[in-house]
């Protein structure tokens, strides 16, 4: 495609071609044929020089595919995954109201960093709730390598007004991060993601939808397309509960990144960013 574009903008096609297939192994040493005798028989038959559709595809001297059909049998193989966490309880996301203000992740839209503010929290029989008026809602973060407590913090600007959305795609360690407008959705989406062992989900009430992610907790074997079609699903969901953020997931995925500042949670609590250390949840 890179091809055919640079070859409609004008510019010479065996510049196009020595750009694309001769400079980057040149350059980075790569083992593959460059048609040299000696080489590896790696080569593309296309059609044609304008539209260059790919006919046949060669490997050492192998037809590995034709007419867009590869050739190669296809091996299973086990799929490598760690997660030993177990199913939460509603009480596990419960907060002990504390005796100072809240410290608040801020999402910023379209940003990795965050920022934070202090907040008095909203008290009900002796815990911290979220505020949805105040768009503040719980985050958690799950140890996925060991059953562990879930941590237990507040953020805004995710702008659920119900529902919760959870996955296992949060980098780097790769736990279960969710953000909740309600315990009760919040714990059923955490333990959606647990019963999979990895995934993405959107729970609101009895409606519970999931993309498994089996592959080490991080990728799935299925099919791209229709992948691509319920990741796109997922999406539009958590914007009909109140997202305003304009990719929720990718949001989500890096809030337990603690190198970024200025605010994150872990599975160990509380990141300051900027001071780059643990901090409580309430001021004392």
Do not use: W
């Not at 109201?97 to 909203?122: F, M, N, W, Y």
């Not at 768009?135 to 562990?148: A, G, M, Q, W």
């Not at 714990?187 to 609101?204: D, E, M, R, T």
């Amino acid at each position: 495609d890179m091809v055919i574009r640079s070859k409609n903008a004008g510019y010479d096609l065996f510049n196009i071609l020595q750009a694309a297939c001769v400079n980057p192994v040149e350059h980075y040493g790569l083992d593959v044929g460059q048609l040299q005798e000696g080489d590896p028989a790696d080569f593309i038959i296309v059609d044609n020089l304008d539209e260059m559709n790919v006919m046949a595809t060669f490997v050492n001297g192998i037809k590995i595919s034709e007419m867009n059909r590869p050739l190669l049998s296809v091996q299973t193989v086990e799929k490598v995954n760690v997660f030993q966490a177990l199913k939460k309880s509603i009480e596990d996301f419960s907060v002990p109201a504390g005796d100072g203000q809240l410290r608040v992740i801020h999402v910023i839209d379209g940003q990795l960093i965050t920022k934070s503010s202090l907040e008095i929290p909203k008290i009900e029989n002796g815990f911290a709730v979220q505020n949805i008026e105040r768009d503040l809602l719980k985050i958690t973060v799950i140890n996925r390598y060991k059953n562990e407590k879930p941590a237990v913090a507040f953020i805004r600007n995710f702008g659920l007004k119900t529902g919760a959305i959870a996955s296992s795609v949060a980098h780097d360690s790769h736990n279960v991060v969710a953000v909740g407008a309600n315990d009760t959705d919040l714990c059923k989406a955490v333990n959606l993601v647990i019963k999979h062992k990895g995934g993405v989900c959107v729970v609101q009430g009895d409606d519970e939808r999931v993309i498994p992610l089996p592959v080490a907790g991080i990728m799935t074997d299925g099919d791209g397309y229709e992948v691509a079609r319920q990741y796109a699903q997922l999406d539009q969901l958590a914007k009909e509960m109140g997202s305003t953020l304009e990719a929720p997931f990718m949001t989500l995925s890096f809030m337990a990144l603690l190198v970024i500042p200025d605010l994150k949670l872990s599975d160990q609590g509380l990141f300051d960013g900027k001071l780059f250390e643990f901090t409580p949840l309430f001021t004392i």
